[in-house]
C-alpha cells in the first residue's frame, strides 16, 4: 500500500473509489493529488478536509445518482484548502531539490505525459536511497543544462533522461516509504532475526512503521526508544527472538 492509498483510507475513500471512477479517471486523479498533499499540509488542515471527505463520502452513498456536482463541489473545496496550508507537497520537494523548476516548462510544453513521468520518477527517487538519488541527480542536472542549452531539442533530451532515470528507479530495488521508515528506525540490522520468526511479525512491524511517519513528531520519537530497545535486546538474545518482538509489537501497537 502506497502513500496515496494510505492517504485514501485514512479519509475513508474507500467505499466510495467505484462512484468517483465512474465520473471519469480525471476526478479520480484530483482527488488521489489532493489527499496527498494533505499528508504533508499539516493536522489543522488535515482535520478540516477530512471533514469535506467525511460529508462527501456520506453525499455519495446517499446521493450517487448526482455523484459528478457533489465530487466537482468537494474538489473545490479541498483545493482550496491545501492551497491555504502553504505547505509545498512531495512532488514539489522533490523536483526542487533536483533542480528542475528551472525547466518545468520546457518540458511541460512537450506534453502533459513528460512532465508526470518525470513527476513520479523525482517522487520514487525521494525513497531509492542516497546512492541512487546522487546518481539521479547527476542525470537531472545534465537534463537541465542541456535543456537550457538546447531548448528546442528538447524533446530527444528529455526521452533519453526518462530512459536512464526509470532504470536507475528500477535498480534502486524499489526501497520504498516502509524502507525509509525502517531504516529511519535501525531496523535494518534486525531484520533477518524478526523475518525468521515468520512473515507475520514482519509485516506488522512494517505497518507499524508506516503509521508511524504519520503520527506526529512525539509519537515517533516514543516509538523510536522502543525500536532502539528491540534492536539493542535482538543482538543480544536472538535466541530468544519471539516474545522479545511479540512484547515490542504489543507497545507499539498501543
Request: charged share 10%.
Amino acid at each position: 500500500k502506497d502513500l496515496v492509498d494510505f492517504a485514501l483510507n485514512s479519509l475513508g475513500l474507500g467505499q466510495v473509489v467505484d462512484t468517483i471512477q465512474a465520473l471519469g479517471t480525471g476526478y479520480w486523479n484530483q482527488i488521489k493529488q489532493i489527499a496527498t498533499q494533505l499528508l504533508f499540509a499539516g493536522q489543522q488542515i488535515w482535520q478540516q478536509a477530512t471533514v469535506v471527505f467525511q460529508q462527501l463520502v456520506a453525499d455519495l452513498q446517499n446521493h450517487a445518482t448526482d455523484a459528478l456536482p457533489l465530487v466537482v463541489q468537494a474538489i473545490g473545496q479541498l483545493t482550496s484548502l491545501v492551497g491555504q496550508s502553504g505547505k509545498r507537497d512531495l512532488v514539489d520537494f522533490a523536483l526542487n531539490s533536483l533542480g528542475l523548476g528551472q525547466v518545468v516548462d520546457t518540458i511541460q510544453a512537450l506534453g502533459t505525459g513528460y512532465w508526470n513521468q518525470i513527476k513520479q520518477i523525482a517522487t520514487q527517487l525521494l525513497f531509492a536511497g542516497q546512492q541512487i538519488w546522487q546518481q539521479a541527480t547527476v542525470v537531472f542536472q545534465q537534463l537541465v543544462a542541456d535543456l537550457q542549452n538546447h531548448a528546442t531539442d528538447a524533446l530527444p533530451l528529455v526521452i533519453q533522461a526518462i530512459g536512464q532515470l526509470t532504470s536507475l528507479v528500477g535498480q534502486s530495488g524499489k526501497r520504498d516509504l516502509v524502507d525509509f521508515a525502517l531504516n529511519s528506525l535501525g531496523l535494518g540490522q534486525v531484520i533477518d532475526t524478526i523475518q525468521a520468526l515468520g512473515t507475520g511479525y514482519w509485516n506488522q512491524i512494517k505497518q507499524i512503521a508506516t503509521q508511524l511517519l504519520f503520527a506526529g513528531q512525539q509519537i515517533w520519537q516514543q516509538a523510536t526508544v522502543i525500536f532502539q530497545q528491540l534492536v539493542a535486546d535482538l543482538q543480544n538474545h536472538a535466541t530468544d527472538a519471539l516474545p522479545l518482538v511479540v512484547q515490542a509489537i504489543g507497545q507499539l501497537t498501543s
